[in-house]
């Protein structure tokens, strides 16, 4: 008899382990999935076209429930089918609605949720977050029946959520806590280009802001007060100022978790029946947000799972994209520096066009693009691999192709 296999969560990371499993052990499992959405898997990180109304929910679905069937997998999606306990001695899990199913190994990909300023006002009609499928819905409808809407929160999230409710005809604030958008991913130089570049889509920017209270009017959100008495309308406000793993189901069955849920190099839990992946684990001391590790977790976890056993995943550094149309931005590694570092800079402000390069021991520590980011793969590649960039320094700034030509003509003279 196959052993059986469940999965708890059918978003990013759960889904890329199933495609990963059908590839390296499709028959080794009998393969139960639980999902909290009343769909098959769709593509997350589309969300934000799928808000400004360039995709449908058709376009951005990955694998169906036709899918799920085909390839013999059980899915049970929506919200009565939430697993609301493990029990980890019986070996089983139970849904809200009752369902139980048995496991032999069991894998924990419960995502995480949208962190919500914890202020007055925060339950009022009209405060949302931008996370789900759901949210999309809500939201375009308040864009429908509203005008003035503030997002609290410029990092990814927020403005490809502040650029979908403008694409939509809202007028749109951007209220964050730092002087430059995506502070976290860019640098001063970058985050002033990409403000301006913003600002003229017509987005508004209230930075460096102290948000205190959310203002109501008959139980619906008319406005933002701040620490230094002013005062935003806003009809609708989407709160994207960070995520939290949910770890509770981990927590409430006796599995070891801190700020996520720990696992090893191995993705595996303390209880070596159980598995995690994705937002909800913490590894090494890190947690997990962008796309790139739960891709790379899902790799490692189904060389384990068809009983491979040799890969070990660690944490590379992610590079940061923005899925604005028409606005190139990169950044990954250390892009700011210290005084032990070198730093190679590009700036033409006509082109809007900013790039830089952070050297250490002669390997690139990080790297910084604006309005020019076609060699973000190459730089990516250089920081992951540690070259040593000793004989291509003068032509790193300038990309792959040169750095090629130059290492093919020093292997030449050494013939």
Same mark, same amino acid.
């Given at each position: ?11 990013? +990371? /759960?889904?890329?382990? $199933? !495609?990963?499993? #059908? ?8 393969? %139960? &999935? ?119 929160? +410029? /990092?990814?999230?927020? $403005? !490809?959520?502040? #650029? ?8 749109? %604030? &951007? ?241």
């Amino acid at each position: 008899m196959k052993s059986k296999l469940v999965i708890i969560g059918n978003g990013m +990371a /759960g889904a890329k382990l $199933l !495609e990963e499993l #059908m590839v390296s052990c499709p028959q080794q499992y009998d393969i %139960t &999935v639980f999902g909290d959405e009343p769909y098959g898997h769709y593509n997350r990180i589309m969300l934000s076209p799928l808000l400004a109304g360039e995709k449908t929910l058709d376009d951005i679905m990955v694998m169906d429930r036709v899918w799920y069937e085909r390839h013999g997998i059980v899915l049970y999606a929506g919200a009565e089918k939430a697993i609301v306990r493990i029990d980890r001695l019986r070996k089983q899990v139970t849904a809200k609605d009752g369902t139980v199913t048995a496991y032999d190994r069991l894998v924990i990909a419960t995502g995480s949720r949208p962190f919500i300023l914890p202020i007055p006002g925060c339950d009022l009609e009209g405060v949302m977050s931008f996370r789900d499928v759901a949210d999309v819905e809500n939201m375009i409808a308040a864009a429908n029946e509203h005008k003035k809407a503030a997002v609290i929160g +410029a /990092g990814l999230l927020g $403005l !490809e959520a502040a #650029m979908g409710l403008k694409d939509r005809g809202m007028e749109v %604030t &951007v209220i964050h806590n730092s002087d430059i958008p995506l502070n976290r991913q860019l640098d001063q130089t970058a985050g002033e280009f990409l403000k301006d570049e913003l600002l003229s889509r017509g987005l508004k920017f209230k930075m460096n802001a102290d948000t205190q209270t959310l203002v109501g009017d008959n139980d619906r959100v008319r406005g933002i007060e701040f620490g230094d008495g002013s005062f935003v309308e806003a009809d609708l406000v989407i709160m994207a100022i960070g995520i939290k793993p949910n770890i509770e189901l981990a927590q409430s069955c006796g599995l070891l978790c801190e700020r996520g849920i720990i696992v090893s190099d191995t993705l595996q839990t303390y209880d070596p029946s159980i598995y995690a992946l994705g937002e909800c684990i913490q590894h090494r001391g890190d947690t997990f947000g962008l796309v790139a590790p739960l891709y790379d977790q899902a790799k490692v976890l189904a060389n384990h799972l068809s009983e491979h056993g040799v890969a070990q995943y660690q944490t590379l550094p992610t590079a940061t994209k923005l899925k604005v149309t028409g606005i190139h931005l990169f950044s990954v590694g250390d892009f700011i520096g210290d005084d032990d570092c070198e730093f190679l800079i590009y700036r033409d402000d006509s082109a809007g066009i900013y790039k830089k390069l952070v050297l250490k021991n002669n390997r690139l520590a990080g790297a910084v693009l604006y309005g020019a980011t076609e060699e973000g793969a190459f730089y990516n590649e250089l920081l992951d691999n540690k070259t040593d960039l000793v004989d291509i320094r003068p032509f790193v700034m300038f990309g792959r192709a040169l750095c090629e030509n130059r290492l093919a003509e020093l292997s030449t003279v050494n013939e």
